[in-house]
Nanobody, 124 residues
Framework: QVQLVESGGGLVQAGGSLRLSCAASGRTFRTYAMGWFRQAPGKEREFVAA????????YYADSVKGRFTISRDNAKITVYLQMDSLKPEDTAVYYC?????????????????WGKGTLVTVSS
């Protein structure tokens, strides 16, 4: 069993930065791929980024590539999403996710665990 708790959301101006954190509980955290998804008002939830259990493999959505960086600290049982050069269209609730394989995470199907989300608002 893995429980995920996000933090770090808030209000930021366009061009600014935020770092989201996802604290995980459970002894099997180190074996899971971790990712971030987001859902903007009136839109479907979409993939943002994912990292393999080792951190050596990462995937990003085209819309955030070059601006967002996903990382994990298995000793702290935490995964991070550094968000730079934020745009108003990045406004959404951001969800942390855990799955036993990174390859299928971008599709968002069959995710094993979800956090409850943290709101990011980017003002223009």
């Amino acid at each position: 069993q893995v429980q995920l708790v996000e933090s770090g959301g808030g209000l930021v101006q366009a061009g600014g930065s935020l770092r989201l954190s996802c604290a995980a509980s459970g002894r099997t955290f180190r074996t899971y791929a971790m990712g971030w998804f987001r859902q903007a008002p009136g839109k479907e939830r979409e993939f943002v980024a994912a990292t393999s259990w080792s951190g050596r493999v990462t995937y990003y959505a085209d819309s955030v590539k070059g601006r967002f960086t996903i990382s994990r600290d298995n000793a702290k049982i935490t995964v991070y999403l550094q968000m730079d050069s934020l745009k108003p269209e990045d406004t959404a609730v951001y969800y942390c996710a855990a799955d036993d394989t990174i390859e299928t995470m971008p599709q968002g199907d069959g995710i094993d665990y979800w956090g409850k989300g943290t709101l990011v608002t980017v003002s223009s």
